[in-house]
């Protein structure tokens, strides 16, 4: 979940150990609208570390996802 500050384009990647892009979403967001992102790893992706970055402007954050 995250807020903008400003009306502006938002990338989330979602990678496995390795570094590949296993999911990539990009999305339009308005100024203090606050966002969710639910990562469906029903489909894709099996129990594991994977890290989610999201880039808003020039900012980018890392966070680790833990599956089991």
Do not use: C, M, Q
Request: hydrophobic share 35%; charged share 20%.
């Amino acid at each position: 979940e995250f807020t903008s500050p400003n009306d502006t384009k938002v990338n989330i990647l979602v990678y496995d150990v390795t570094g590949r892009v296993v999911e990539e979403n990009a999305s339009n967001t308005s100024a203090g609208v606050t966002s969710k992102y639910t990562v469906n790893a029903s489909n894709k992706l099996n129990s594991g570390i994977y890290f989610i970055t999201l880039i808003i402007d020039n900012n980018k954050i890392t966070k680790k996802l833990i599956i089991e």
